[in-house]
């Protein structure tokens, strides 16, 4: 039963990972819930992002190891002629996709979320008018409660380049896998142009990164990403430009005229060359996807398209003043652009909603690049973390270990990877962690949820993990870290 005066008690603008997850908590914990969508279901993580990418990626690893003879002779295995189809990993990627929506969608049904059809725009802080598309309600003004926007966002494309969707084009377009152009410049060199080089070149096309920083994978802690480009990119047929922008980018034709980028230095900011390739892949970050939500209903004023929250993830007019009722989760709101960092957000959202006090701490939400070996992390970088301990008056210290010391990588004969932990050692406070090797994507939540439960290396030093396995490493991070005050006795386990 919906709040007096009210249609439902919530509803979600954006039926993506965020707004599924806002939609689920909400209606477990008995609020009367609504969701609205303009799209498909699922938003870009389901339909175009994390998982088409990850059916790629799949794919793609299986083709690179099958034909990495050493690697295979090792283990005693021998494998010739090693071939793929490009259209069926394609149709594997679509096929995930279409089941992953259906999930999703039938999720929300079964514990029975209205869902709504159309793009949605605000009347007030609680009325929402809607598109008339065919779906379960067929369109006009809903009431609520609550109001979350979960509208997700779309790739940025800088000024100057043009989209074909064939010889120029973003992840969207990417992850349809319609040709494998012999030569590709990649424009940007953070987790989805990493991620599109894995595949690219496991599939037999030659990469070229252009990066806009000084240095390549600028968002990584520095000595991770060192070994990654060790790893990643200088064995394999990848090269890269660093300090240049690409001011304009004009399609080619397949197999006919080829795509010219124009490179300008990105300190004397003067043109330096004219790099011609068969494709070019843009992918320099994603844009919130906030326009026509009429927004001035509620004297919201975006910042670049983001919309203004608090720690709550309420809503902020243009004098910095909580909006009642309106909230805003996940790459609509820029705090951290992940799909996971959604959901959390929109649970949160709803547990203060229902009266329990709660704050999203974005500093233990996990990230991943699914490269081959993977990388992973939580919380800061080195750089970052040191730069903190001299502003607020803390000590930093790293610890780390070596994959090449774990019996189960070097079981998979894939000991290639380091695990770092950053912490404070007086106090055994963790502040990040960064892994790079074979499953780091999943090693590493043990660490977030340690960081996010606040313990402390003095907690964790004791901790067991069964043998041989991956989760070793992160045991070795614990136990080679080093405390200044020593382990205090009533942390010790008791005597049996």
Known sequence: MAAANYDYDLIIIGAGVGGHGAAIHAAECGLKTAIVEGDVMGGTCVNRGCVPSKALLAAAGRVRDMKNADHLKHLGITVDNVSFDRQGIADHAEDLVQTIRGNLTRSMEGVGVDILTGNAGFVDNHTISYGGAPGTITGGKKTAKHIIIATGSKPFVPPGI?????????????????????????????????????????????????????????????????LAERVLISPRNIDYVTNKFATKVTPGIPGEKPVTIELT?????????????????????????????????????????????????QVLDTDGNVIEGVWCIGDANGKLMLAHAASTQGISCVENMVGRENVVNHE??????????????????????????????????????????????????????????????????????WIFGLHAADLVHEISNAINNEQTLYDLKFTTKAHPTLSEVVEELYRGAHLEGGMPSQKLAPAR
């Open 162 to 226: 043009e989209i074909d969707n064939k010889t120029v084009f973003t992840s969207d377009a990417g992850l349809k896998l319609d040709w494998l152009p012999p030569w590709v410049a990649i424009i940007g060199s953070g987790y989805i142009g990493l991620e599109f080089s894995d595949v690219y070149t496991a599939l037999g096309s030659d990469v070229t990164f252009i990066e806009a920083m000084p240095m390549i994978m600028p968002g990584f802690d520095r000595e991770i990403a060192k």
């Open 265 to 313: 230095d990105a300190t004397t900011k003067e043109v330096v060359d004219v790099m011609e390739v068969d494709a070019c892949m843009v992918a320099t970050g994603r844009s919130p996807y906030t326009a026509g939500l009429n927004l001035d209903n509620l004297k919201v004023e975006t910042q670049r398209g983001f919309v203004p929250t608090n720690e709550k993830c």
């Open 364 to 433: 233990a939400i996990p990230a991943a690049c699914f490269t081959h070996p993977e990388v992973s992390f939580v919380g800061l970088t080195e750089e970052q973390a040191k730069e903190r301990a001299e502003k607020e008056g803390f000590t930093i210290a790293t610890c780390k270990t070596s994959f090449k010391a774990n019996s189960k990588a070097l079981a998979e004969k894939e000991a290639e990877g380091m695990a770092k932990l950053i912490y404070d050692p007086k106090t055994g406070k963790m502040y990040g962690a």
